[in-house]
């Protein structure tokens, strides 16, 4: 697996969604299960200057539900859509082909970039008592996913 970080820089980033749904007002003591899903979807797009390029459409959805909850609908849904724009700025030009087949080594880069999206919210809702990790760990022997759950 090709790490794109190593050739890609991330030139630009745009929320085009934020969804948030609170089923009913919470109380600070209230222990959550959050569930996380990141999806990465890569796109075409023409070069600029030269320069190759890529879009990702990244979708976080995260649902929580009280611990003790064993009912199916859950307490919170947020979800946030990110586009992100990566410029090649080294190596051989990589195809579109080859960008789609190692793009989940991009998750370690937009994951925080979401999560810090994703902090303001929580605190609106009244929800600063879920805590969503940081990063996502890294395993080198495997191919990236493109969706993990936390």
Request: glycine share 4%; proline share 7%; aromatic share 8%.
């Amino acid at each position: 697996m090709i790490n794109l970080l190593e050739r890609f820089a991330l030139a630009h980033t745009q929320v085009t969604r934020l969804n948030a749904d609170l089923v009913e007002i919470v109380s600070q003591d209230q222990k959550f299960s959050a569930k996380v899903e990141l999806k990465l979807t890569p796109r075409e797009m023409p070069t600029d200057q030269g320069v190759h390029q890529f879009q990702v459409t990244a979708r976080m959805l995260c649902r929580g539900s009280r611990e003790a909850d064993t009912s199916d609908k859950p307490l919170f849904t947020i979800e946030l859509v990110m586009q992100a724009v990566y410029r090649q700025f080294t190596g051989e030009p990589l195809s579109f082909e080859v960008f789609s087949q190692n793009h989940g080594s991009l998750t370690r880069q937009l994951y925080p970039l979401m999560h810090h999206q994703l902090q303001p919210v929580f605190k609106q809702f009244g929800l600063d008592q879920v805590r969503l990790p940081y990063d996502l760990f890294n395993q080198p022997q495997e191919p990236a996913p493109q969706r993990q759950v936390h």
